[in-house]
């Protein structure tokens, strides 16, 4: 090994550069704490450990809850709390000094939030950038010598000119070279899929520069992920091919949705039709399993940012054809709401409804875009009462979700105070289901697997119906596509 090396005319050249990345990243700072950073930032401590990582974020409540209890952490994934335990104050750091954090390192990443804009050119569609462009501008306020800028947050294609554009207009003598690395975990699997990626994309520009940077996000990636599964692309094609995987899967879910609602009528059995088309090799069986929906902070907003792109490049046909899939799943969450309401005798005034599970998904606490959320808004707004209960989401937080979902509905305070009169919230599902006339499973929890008619009876004196939204019980009156 020595000797190839040594016979190599490129030695000099290569210890030189790839030992100067070696030597320089020993400080990365993260900006944004949230489900990004904080898992992503966790692994990336646990696998360096010769590296300082510092995530920075400016909510100062959220820093003090990284740096609380194991238990209370902001974001729950199986698996995090522990490399947290193993990592928290050795070379892992959550802190509010941002400015500090960004002069000291080397590396910055961004993990900061992209919705969908609310107001302004492009509102209801286009990525709202506007923390991606404080981050920048914060960088290049306390900069003082050179850094590599990487790019998490999900954003769209050609915001890494946008970025360095800031950064050049507000600092000249310091060089930023920018580089796009999405993030393709999912929430409740986040752990799993840090540690065994399917591939890791980075994109960065064809200068010396560019390439050196891309080199040493390398570098990081390489101590644990396999060299065949790291990818360099140009920025641009790693900046879209977030946004397009994104709309693969989203598109996949209401394809199955879609045909769900078929099955209904005909008399097929979505399960078996899932079945039958996944067991095709070139389709495959991951994301056809038909459901209330998807939700989480991702897919919705990053194909309304695809739709805002191709509308802003004339592509309207393609435009309309990735804008089916959000109408789609907002069709199958009122289709779901629906056949709850016209099961209770088309009237559901006065009628109590347990609704399991609030988090958009199972083995997370995020609730961002959950189908429970305009669930529960219809049957409220039908006169409804609604009993609540989900493992991980806080109280506090289904409360904000609901006064986010009504704050701007409601005409009056009274009014806003008489729709929450109707809700209760429950911290175990026996409890809400007690003296209801219907339970919906809407997030797919382990233990809502064992509810049957049995159980059910034994609990509660009303026999509530039962709507099984995510296709996980022996029996129930209603499921998804039967
Ligand atoms: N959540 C996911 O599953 C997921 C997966 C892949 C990619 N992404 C993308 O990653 C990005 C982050 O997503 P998230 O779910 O972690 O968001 P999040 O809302 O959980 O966290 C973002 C954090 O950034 C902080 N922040 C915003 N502006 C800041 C600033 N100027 N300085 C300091 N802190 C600031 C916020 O306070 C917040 O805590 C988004 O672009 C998202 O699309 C998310």
């Excluded at 064809?206 to 940077?213: L, N, Y």
Aim: hydrophobic content about 40%.
């Amino acid at each position: 090994m020595d000797l190839e090396i040594k016979s190599s005319p490129h030695l000099g050249y290569w210890i030189k550069n790839n030992l100067d990345y070696a030597m320089k990243i020993k400080n990365i700072c993260c900006i944004g704490a949230g489900y990004v950073g904080g898992p992503t930032m966790a692994v990336i401590a646990l696998k360096c450990p010769d590296i300082k990582v510092t995530v920075v974020d400016k909510d100062s409540f959220k820093i003090e809850r990284w740096n609380g209890e194991y238990q209370n952490l902001p974001v729950y994934e199986p698996g995090l709390a522990d490399i947290i335990k193993k990592t928290r104050g050795k070379n892992l750091f959550f802190s509010s000094e941002i400015d500090k954090s960004i002069d000291d390192a080397e590396m910055i990443f961004m993990a900061v939030n992209t919705p969908t804009k609310t107001e302004g050119k492009g509102a209801g569609m286009a990525a709202d950038l506007r923390h991606v462009e404080n981050c920048a501008k914060n960088i290049a306020r306390v900069a003082k010598n050179d850094k590599i800028i990487v790019e998490k947050s999900t954003l769209p294609v050609r915001t890494a000119e946008k970025i360095k554009e800031i950064l050049s207009n507000y600092k000249s003598d310091v060089n930023f070279e920018i580089i796009s690395n999405p993030e393709f975990l999912a929430e409740g699997t986040a752990i799993k899929d840090l540690f065994k990626s399917d591939r890791v994309l980075i994109g960065g520009e064809k200068t010396d520069s560019g390439e050196k940077a891309v080199e040493a996000l390398e570098k990081i990636y390489k101590r644990w992920i396999p060299n065949e599964k790291i990818i360099k692309m140009n920025v641009w094609s790693a900046e879209l091919s977030k946004l397009a995987s994104n709309a693969m899967l989203a598109q996949r879910i209401s394809s199955i949705n879609s045909l769900s609602a078929i099955c209904e009528k005909t008399g097929a059995d979505i399960d078996e039709l899932s079945n039958a088309i996944g067991l095709d090799h070139r389709i495959g069986s991951k994301f056809l399993k038909a459901s209330v929906g998807f939700g989480g902070s991702c897919f919705k907003k990053d194909i309304l940012n695809l739709v805002y792109l191709c509308k802003y490049y004339g592509l309207n046909e393609v435009a309309e054809y990735w804008h089916q899939v959000i109408k789609i799943n907002e069709y199958q969450k009122s289709r779901f709401a629906n056949r709850i309401i016209d099961e209770l005798g088309g009237n559901v005034k006065n009628k109590k409804i347990a609704i399991l599970g609030w988090a958009f998904k199972k083995n997370t606490n995020d609730s961002r875009e959950s189908a429970s959320i305009k669930i529960a808004d219809k049957l409220i707004e039908s006169g409804g009462h609604i009993n609540i209960y989900d493992p991980m989401v806080k109280e506090s937080k289904i409360k904000e979700d609901l006064n986010n979902i009504w704050g701007s509905k409601s005409k009056s305070e009274k009014d806003l105070s008489s729709r929450f009169l109707r809700v209760e919230i429950f911290d175990n599902y026996k409890d809400a289901i007690k003296e209801t006339h219907a339970l919906a499973i809407i997030t797919e929890w382990d233990e809502f697997k064992e509810i049957n008619f049995q159980l059910v009876n034994q609990i509660t004196n009303n026999n509530p119906k039962i709507f099984d939204g995510r296709l996980i019980l022996e029996e129930s009156n209603y499921r998804i596509g039967k």
